[in-house]
């Protein structure tokens, strides 16, 4: 039978739900089987009891043990076999960031765990079947060009236990957990080093009561829209399904695509940033009904409240008490059964009588990052005349003039800063603040992006993490990422959580609320007396919740 036969055959004995029984395939005969049709492949042990010392979960740690390690290629050979995919202005500044390492919370699988790691990697041999360049290394050739090689090398796959942590134990609701560190492979790895290593890692780590899966993806290979298209695409087909629901575009023939090549130092670059410092970490989670009370904060104006504000923003209460007697929709279309949906509706309909179009309005999003730099720019305790940046990565692809497939498989975005003086971001009301954020974004269009990587390729450089001057904040992820779109066959996850890599003071990571319908959390990592002002902070803290 070949190899090609034997894949159909195994695809057929998926469960649709993983309730049923799983299919016991030998994952050393299934990794074998890829030989025949592809005999470039060179086959490593596929289980070892031994942990390797590149593994983020070394054999000095005392969290967590390494159970097995195998590489994992697609299960038929690459589409893009002959194809060499080039870097681009996005992907190249990339080189020197950590890889990414995003990861999901899951409640024990209905069956045993070695079955569950046996069909994880074979749903991830199938997934790297429609996504191959994260199955290839990079190649720099002699005029300085950095490629994937979509040569079917392989990624690592990893089981780990660690049956001493619980979920209540990692779902702490003041610092995280310094665990999750060690449930991802390639523990803070420079992306450059992708020339060798592989371009992704999937580690899953039992615990007492459930299950983590850590993805860990290079960062010049994919953004954050990339990541989580092919993390829910791994987990719609351990699901079982036989068709992707959205096919990932790698094709080059974008803006980004340049004739410029990034010069790097010998033996590569090195992160932007000092990885040692010392920082907490905490998730602060914002209800929908508190962002839209920050909205109204930065979009109504003192002619439409009829008051003025007082210390520098309006007071939503008095204004939500004055339109208690109205009669609004709640969230879930009835009147005046839910207070809370009361509450929120009236601040929805209160936004929109007032706001002249979609246009002039400040974003939720925009408003709870306005309401982040001012309090954390408090919290600081900066002098008046600093500079405050507030750097947020946008999404290209709905920017450009014609608009890129919202499916391309890359790095396709951009860093717009917004600056201010300390002295005048901290004097002047929410509503200012949020305005400067909201004009950055709105006027980042087409001839923006290009304007962008026609500066870069005047003067090309790596992208520059960190926070050098002590005044700046960095906004990476999006709420509006699926996050919680996968199911692995027995529900959504529990939480969504990050490894160490790419963090430093500033440094924050919004990722959409569990419960979803607008709710957002924000990984917040800071200085151990930044974080705890930020916690003694009124004005900040009366917006937070504790997650459902």
Same mark, same amino acid.
């Given at each position: 039978?070949?190899?090609?036969?034997?894949?159909?055959?195994?695809?057929?004995?998926?469960?649709?739900?993983?309730? %049923?029984?799983?299919?016991?395939?030998?994952? /050393? @005969?299934?990794?074998?089987?890829?030989?025949?049709?592809?005999?470039?492949?060179?086959?490593?042990?596929?289980?070892?009891?031994?942990?390797?010392?590149?593994?983020?979960?070394?054999?000095?740690?005392?969290?967590?043990?390494?159970?097995?390690?195998? *590489?994992?290629?697609? /299960?038929?050979?690459?589409?893009?076999?002959?194809?060499?995919?080039?870097?681009?202005?996005?992907?190249? +500044?990339?080189?020197?960031?950590?890889?990414?390492?995003?990861?999901?919370?899951?409640?024990?699988?209905? #069956?045993?765990?070695?079955?569950?790691?046996?069909?994880?990697?074979?749903?991830?041999?199938? =997934?790297?079947?429609?996504?191959?360049?994260?199955?290839?290394?990079? !190649?720099?050739?002699?005029?300085?060009?950095?490629?994937?090689?979509?040569?079917?090398?392989?990624?690592?796959?990893? %089981?780990?236990?660690?049956?001493?942590? =619980?979920?209540?134990?990692?779902?702490?609701?003041?610092?995280?957990?310094?665990?999750?560190?060690?449930?991802?492979?390639?523990?803070?790895?420079? !992306? #450059?080093?992708?020339?060798?290593?592989?371009?992704?890692?999937?580690?899953?780590?039992?615990?007492?009561?459930?299950?983590?899966?850590?993805?860990?993806?290079?960062?010049?290979?994919?953004?954050?829209?990339?990541?989580?298209?092919?993390?829910? =695409?791994?987990?719609?087909?351990?699901?079982?399904?036989?068709?992707?629901?959205?096919?990932?575009?790698?094709?080059?023939?974008?803006?980004?695509?340049?004739?410029?090549?990034?010069?790097?130092?010998?033996?590569?670059?090195?992160? @932007?940033?000092?990885?040692?410092?010392?920082?907490?970490?905490?998730?602060?989670?914002?209800?929908?009904?508190?962002?839209?009370?920050?909205?109204?904060?930065?979009?109504?104006?003192?002619?439409?409240?009829?008051?003025?504000?007082?210390?520098?923003? #309006?007071?939503?209460?008095?204004?939500?008490?004055?339109?208690?007697?109205?009669?609004?929709?709640?969230?879930?279309?009835?009147?005046?059964?839910?207070? %809370?949906?009361?509450?929120?509706?009236?601040?929805?309909?209160?936004?929109?009588?007032?706001?002249?179009?979609?246009?002039?309005?400040?974003?939720?999003?925009?408003?709870?990052?306005?309401?982040?730099?001012?309090?954390?720019?408090?919290?600081?305790?900066?002098?008046?005349?600093?500079?405050?940046?507030?750097?947020?990565?946008?999404?290209?692809?709905?920017?450009?003039? +014609?608009?890129?497939?919202?499916? #391309?498989?890359?790095?396709?975005?951009?860093?717009?800063? *917004?600056?201010?003086?300390?002295?005048?971001?901290?004097?002047?009301?929410?509503?200012?603040?949020?305005?400067?954020?909201?004009?950055?974004?709105?006027?980042?269009?087409?001839? @923006?992006?290009?304007?962008?990587?026609?500066?870069?390729?005047?003067?090309?450089?790596?992208?520059?993490?960190?926070?050098?001057?002590?005044?700046?904040?960095?906004?990476?992820?999006?709420?509006?990422?699926?996050?919680?779109?996968?199911?692995?066959?027995?529900?959504?996850?529990?939480?969504?959580?990050?490894?160490?890599?790419?963090?430093?003071?500033?440094?924050?990571?919004?990722? +959409?609320?569990?419960?979803?319908?607008?709710?957002?959390?924000?990984?917040?990592?800071?200085? +151990?007396?930044?974080?705890?002002?930020? %916690?003694?902070?009124?004005?900040?803290?009366?917006?937070?919740?504790?997650?459902?």
């Amino acid at each position: 039978m070949s190899s090609n036969q034997s894949c159909n055959n195994d695809s057929n004995r998926w469960p649709k739900c993983m309730n %049923e029984p799983l299919p016991l395939i030998p994952i /050393y @005969t299934h990794c074998r089987s890829l030989s025949p049709s592809n005999p470039n492949h060179k086959f490593r042990p596929i289980r070892s009891n031994m942990p390797s010392s590149s593994s983020s979960s070394s054999s000095s740690s005392s969290s967590i043990s390494i159970v097995s390690k195998c *590489t994992v290629f697609p /299960y038929q050979p690459s589409s893009l076999n002959s194809v060499k995919l080039k870097l681009s202005v996005s992907d190249l +500044p990339m080189l020197s960031c950590h890889y990414i390492q995003k990861g999901v919370l899951l409640s024990s699988p209905p #069956y045993s765990l070695s079955d569950f790691v046996s069909f994880l990697n074979l749903s991830l041999s199938a =997934t790297l079947s429609h996504f191959p360049p994260l199955a290839g290394r990079f !190649s720099t050739d002699a005029d300085g060009y950095v490629y994937i090689l979509c040569n079917d090398a392989g990624v690592e796959f990893i %089981e780990a236990k660690a049956k001493h942590l =619980t979920l209540h134990a990692l779902l702490s609701p003041l610092d995280l957990p310094v665990y999750f560190k060690d449930f991802f492979y390639f523990d803070r790895t420079i !992306s #450059y080093s992708g020339h060798s290593n592989p371009l992704l890692a999937v580690q899953v780590t039992e615990l007492a009561d459930g299950v983590f899966v850590g993805c860990t993806v290079n960062h010049a290979v994919t953004d954050g829209t990339s990541f989580w298209h092919f993390f829910n =695409t791994f987990a719609e087909i351990c699901k079982g399904t036989k068709k992707i629901s959205n096919s990932p575009d790698f094709s080059r023939n974008t803006v980004f695509n340049s004739p410029v090549a990034l010069k790097f130092p010998e033996g590569g670059p090195v992160v @932007t940033f000092n990885g040692d410092e010392p920082l907490r970490e905490r998730i602060f989670h914002f209800t929908r009904d508190s962002i839209l009370k920050l909205k109204l904060r930065a979009n109504i104006n003192n002619q439409v409240t009829g008051r003025k504000p007082v210390n520098g923003f #309006y007071d939503a209460g008095k204004i939500l008490r004055k339109q208690g007697n109205d009669s609004w929709k709640t969230v879930d279309g009835n009147n005046g059964t839910n207070n %809370e949906g009361n509450i929120t509706s009236v601040l929805e309909n209160l936004i929109k009588m007032n706001v002249p179009s979609r246009t002039a309005e400040i974003s939720s999003f925009q408003s709870l990052c306005a309401h982040l730099w001012r309090s954390v720019t408090r919290a600081r305790k900066l002098d008046e005349s600093k500079t405050t940046t507030f750097r947020m990565a946008v999404n290209c692809r709905h920017r450009l003039n +014609p608009r890129m497939d919202p499916y #391309y498989f890359g790095n396709a975005i951009q860093s717009i800063p *917004t600056v201010a003086p300390v002295g005048e971001l901290l004097s002047n009301d929410l509503r200012w603040c949020a305005d400067l954020l909201h004009k950055n974004v709105v006027t980042h269009d087409d001839a @923006t992006v290009r304007r962008g990587i026609a500066d870069w390729e005047s003067q090309p450089r790596l992208f520059p993490l960190g926070n050098s001057d002590g005044a700046s904040i960095t906004m990476g992820s999006s709420p509006r990422f699926p996050m919680y779109d996968n199911d692995f066959g027995w529900g959504r996850p529990i939480a969504v959580r990050s490894g160490k890599a790419n963090k430093f003071d500033g440094k924050i990571s919004a990722f +959409p609320g569990r419960e979803g319908n607008g709710n957002v959390d924000l990984e917040i990592v800071l200085s +151990p007396e930044t974080m705890a002002g930020l %916690e003694r902070d009124p004005d900040f803290m009366q917006y937070v919740s504790t997650p459902v």
